[in-house]
């Protein structure tokens, strides 16, 4: 009987203390909510410069009171913030660098099913009438639902993940744990405009950047909504096409059939750099990348469902890059993301345009760096029979070369991946292995991009990207938006790897 009486009290004390670790993060994530909130309030569009000051000393305020140690580094366009925590003065421990963005992408209310995007409401979905707002007072820890939705612009991508780590080191200060590591912070004001000054910074700061590993906070989690890890991001590039037809739009009943029209043509030219399956056909623009067997067997063992993936996205068949969704993200890419010329819609005119534009970016992986990729596409638009300016032409190229090409673009940043059994991968797994009592999703590459090889080429170290919102979460979209399960299950995360020993 007092073996059985043991047992039971074993048994009922390992409960207890296993609700009450996970009740801690809800509890917390709901007690201070209104200092998200807060944060969220703050319109944050790194085009407005004033703004960006307020977040930057919000940020300031709060890692202060946490005991940080802050210092603002300005730049040509935006400050950075960095940020330094110590082990408890210990000097034999790892140095991890830490990454979040503050700025968030530019709104326009009127799309918004809310008054004002960055005055966050609590909203429920409702069958048959979409998301319905519900009263804050409807969040409790007793009656709690995961499937209430914060919707304010950044609430996912991504003050959230600021939130998390200021809500964590709480928790940890209510718990008597000490940080096993010596953690530095770079918080980024422009992420969203491409980080344009980082680069140069992380150069300038290169001695208080100094860590062994790098750690984002940024993006959606995998589709299943389990813990995810991604291991890699594709680069970007942006290229600006411009064909030229007559000096002014003409009559297309007086000059059609005679002055080369600049839409079609423009048409033409992309067309020839695609075939009918999706793939690209400028040579070379594949070089470098390899699918081996044991690449074959890390994309295969991400849980993706292809048939929900192109039902979500209304499509009934998918571009030939790859014959999966993972191994297509394993390839550059080259998309048009927007074209114009002449007018449309109830303002179309009968013209010949002037000039014909395509805007296009290229997914970059590590095997395509920018600046070749970039070299491979105007080696293409010559073949083609253009002459290339940089600028507008002057009349005497317009009379000298029968087919004119402007391209600009900006070069970008490049790709970055990561193995999975490195000391940061390693680490990371068993740290949500911990958490959650599973084995993490994990990516090889993921497929937005994020401003990270400035840090992996300087400072020469791993980094590996943590995704905590939810994947239907419309970053960049009108109503954004954070699903409260994945809040609280991200401040579990972020405790969980703030209080794992970085493994040496």
């Keep these: 009987m007092r073996l059985r009486g043991f047992l039971l009290f074993a048994y009922m004390s390992f409960t207890y203390m296993s609700l009450h670790a996970q009740d801690q993060f809800l509890r917390k994530g709901i007690d201070e909510m209104d200092l998200f909130r807060e944060f969220l309030a703050i319109a944050n569009d790194a085009n407005d410069l004033d703004d960006i000051q ?271 969704y993972q191994e297509a993200l394993q390839y550059p890419s080259l998309n048009v993301r927007g074209l114009s010329a002449g007018w449309v819609g109830a303002e179309a005119r009968t013209i010949v345009p002037s000039q014909a534009v395509a805007e296009i970016d290229i997914r970059l992986v590590k095997e395509t760096p920018p600046a070749r990729m970039r070299r491979l596409i105007e080696d293409h638009i010559r073949a083609q029979g253009y002459h290339i300016v940089t600028d507008k032409p002057t009349q005497r190229e317009r009379q000298m070369y029968p087919r004119i090409c402007r391209v600009n673009g900006r070069p970008g940043y490049d790709a970055f991946r990561t193995d999975f059994d490195s000391e940061i991968g390693l680490w990371l797994t068993g740290a949500l292995t911990d958490a959650f009592g599973q084995t993490p999703v994990r990516n090889r590459t993921m497929g937005g991009s994020i401003p990270i090889s400035p840090f992996v080429k300087t400072l020469e170290v791993p980094a590996v990207v943590v995704p905590m919102a939810n994947k239907d979460n419309n970053q960049h979209s009108p109503n954004e938006n954070l699903r409260l399960g994945n809040y609280i299950d991200g401040l579990k995360t972020m405790y969980y790897i703030l209080t794992t020993p970085v493994m040496e």
């Design 54 to 324: 307020l977040n930057v000393d919000w940020c300031i305020k709060h890692l202060e009171q946490r005991g940080f140690d802050t210092e603002v580094w300005v730049t040509e366009t935006r400050p950075l913030l960095f940020a330094e925590y110590s082990a408890d003065g210990r000097m034999d421990v790892p140095t991890v660098l830490f990454y979040f963005h503050a700025d968030g992408q530019s709104v326009d209310p009127q799309f918004w099913y809310q008054a004002d995007p960055y005055d966050p409401v609590l909203k429920r979905e409702v069958e048959g009438e979409g998301w319905v707002e519900t009263d804050w007072a409807a969040l409790s820890v007793e009656d709690f639902d995961p499937e209430l939705r914060i919707f304010a612009r950044s609430s996912s991508d991504s003050k959230c993940n600021i939130m998390m780590l200021l809500l964590a080191l709480d928790l940890m200060k209510e718990n008597n744990e000490s940080l096993p590591y010596h953690l530095k912070l770079i918080l980024d004001f422009e992420e969203e405009k491409g980080s344009p000054s980082l680069p140069q910074a992380v150069i300038d700061h290169q001695e208080a950047l100094s860590c062994d590993m790098l750690v984002i906070y940024d993006g959606p989690k995998h589709t299943t909504n389990q813990p995810t890890l991604s291991f890699g991001a594709r680069g970007i590039a942006t290229v600006s096409l411009t064909v030229y037809g007559p000096v002014f739009p003409q009559h297309s009943g007086h000059y059609g059939n005679y002055a080369p029209n600049p839409a079609m043509r423009l048409a033409q030219l992309l067309a020839s750099m695609k075939d009918d399956q999706g793939r690209v056909v400028i040579p070379g623009y594949y070089d470098g990348i390899e699918i081996n067997e044991e690449v074959a067997a890390i994309l295969a063992a991400v849980p993706d469902d292809e048939q929900t993936i192109q039902a979500k996205l209304g499509v009934a068949d998918i571009d030939s890059v790859g014959s999966y």
